[in-house]
C-alpha cells in the first residue's frame, strides 16, 4: 500500500468511526442500506491490504525453507549416494554416472540432476542398502524433490496473492470511496440543522495531503466535544 492509499484508507476509517459515533444524531443515515454496504467495502479493503502485506513475509518465510530444504537434499540424500556410488563404480561402472553437481546450479537443474540420480539408482537399489542406506532411500529422495517442488510452488502463489492484492486494493478502494460519497449527500441533507456536526464531517471525510494532520484521531476525539455542547 502506497502513501497515498495510506491517506485514503485513514480517511475511510475516520468516516466509519465518525458514523458509528453519532448514530443517535444521524439515524437516517446510519440506518441506510449504504452504510451496511460501505461497512463491507471497508472489510474488502482491509482483506486485500492484509493479503498485501502478510504475502511478501510468507514469500520470504518459503524461501529460507527452500533454502533449509535445498541444504537437506544435498546433505541427506544426495552425499550419500554419490559416496557408495564411488565406492561401487569398480563393481558396476554404471554408477560411475552418479555425482555430485557441480557449482551452484539453480534449483530446476539441481532438482533435474537429483531426479536422474534416482533412476540411476534405482536399477542398483540393493547394493546402495548393503552399503547402509535406507530400503526406502528413492523414495526419500524422491520425497525431498516433491518437498522443494511444493515449497516452490506455493511461493509463487504467494507472490501472486500480493500482485492480486494490489490490484484488489485500487479497485476496493475505489468502490468504498464512491460509497462514501452516497454517505456524504445523506450526512449533508440530514445534518443540516447542525452546522457543527456538518462541520466535523465535512473536516472528516476529507483526505489528508501528506502533511496534513490525520483525520481518525480527530473523528474519535471531536465526537464527545460536539456532544457535551449540542
Not at 498485501?52 to 541427506?76: I, V
Not at 547394493?127 to 542406506?133: E, N, T, Y
Not at 510452488?153 to 475505489?174: C, D, H, Q, Y
Request: hydrophobic residues 45%; aromatic residues 4%.
Amino acid at each position: 500500500m502506497n502513501r497515498r492509499q495510506g491517506r485514503i484508507l485513514l480517511s475511510l476509517y475516520a468516516v466509519d468511526v465518525f458514523l458509528d459515533a453519532h448514530t443517535d444524531r444521524l439515524p437516517r443515515t446510519t440506518s441506510a442500506g449504504a452504510r451496511e454496504t460501505f461497512r463491507r467495502k471497508l472489510a474488502d479493503v482491509e482483506l486485500h491490504v492484509h493479503t498485501q502485506e502478510g504475502a511478501p513475509l510468507m514469500a520470504a518465510g518459503l524461501t529460507n525453507a527452500k533454502d533449509t530444504k535445498r541444504a537437506a537434499l544435498l546433505r541427506d540424500h544426495l552425499a550419500p549416494i554419490v559416496r557408495i556410488a564411488r565406492l561401487e563404480s569398480a563393481k558396476h561402472p554404471d554408477l560411475a554416472a552418479i555425482k555430485m553437481p557441480r557449482g551452484g546450479p539453480g534449483m530446476g537443474k539441481l532438482l533435474a540432476h537429483a531426479a536422474g540420480m534416482a533412476d540411476v539408482a534405482r536399477d542398483y537399489a540393493p547394493v546402495f542398502v548393503a552399503a547402509g542406506l535406507r530400503p526406502t532411500f528413492i523414495e526419500d529422495l524422491n520425497a525431498a524433490i516433491e518437498g522443494i517442488l511444493a515449497t516452490l510452488t506455493e511461493r509463487t502463489e504467494k507472490r501472486g496473492a500480493r500482485r492480486g492484492a494490489t490490484t484488489g486494493l485500487n479497485a476496493a478502494l475505489l468502490a468504498c470511496n464512491k460509497y462514501k460519497g452516497v454517505l456524504d449527500a445523506f450526512v449533508v441533507r440530514e445534518a443540516k440543522a447542525d452546522p457543527t456536526l456538518l462541520a466535523n464531517w465535512r473536516s472528516v471525510k476529507r483526505v489528508d495531503r501528506p502533511t496534513g494532520r490525520p483525520r481518525l484521531e480527530a473523528a474519535r476525539t471531536s465526537a464527545p466535544a460536539i456532544d457535551a455542547g449540542a
